[in-house]
């Protein structure tokens, strides 16, 4: 069966960084596109950012474009999410997921942005 496992999250101080990694397994990693999406406090799930699945095409909803960057590696079936500049609004559980709308996700990874 599918399985996302994300990790790396943590507690980080405004400015700082965190590099996420999705572990994937049990579906063709390397035909799909892969996404993070997040769920603030108080707030329904959004999505962040999508590679394709050569990991050439990346797309960045604008509240993240220019800090985060993401990236796969196809023959780990990884995915990753190197987050810099990070904000308080930033603070969140992030999912790797499959669909941009997260309907197959892991389980989450929290990162906590505060001074």
């Known amino acids: 069966q599918v399985q996302l496992v994300e990790s790396g999250g943590g507690l980080v101080q405004p400015g700082g960084s965190l590099n996420l990694s999705c572990a994937a397994s049990?579906?063709?990693?390397?035909?799909?596109?892969m996404r993070w999406l997040r769920q603030r406090p108080g707030s329904s799930l959004e999505w962040v950012s999508a590679?394709?699945?050569?990991?050439?095409?990346?797309q960045y909803a604008d509240f993240v474009k220019g800090r985060f960057i993401i990236s796969r590696d196809n023959g780990k079936n990884m995915v990753y999410f190197e987050m810099n500049d990070l904000k308080p609004e930033d603070a969140a559980i992030y999912y790797c997921?499959?669909?941009?709308?997260?309907?197959?996700r892991g389980q989450g990874t929290q990162v906590s942005v505060s001074s």
């Open positions: 997921s499959i669909d941009p709308r997260g309907d197959v």
């Open positions: 049990g579906f063709s990693f390397g035909d799909s596109t």
């Open positions: 590679i394709d699945r050569t990991g050439w095409v990346k």
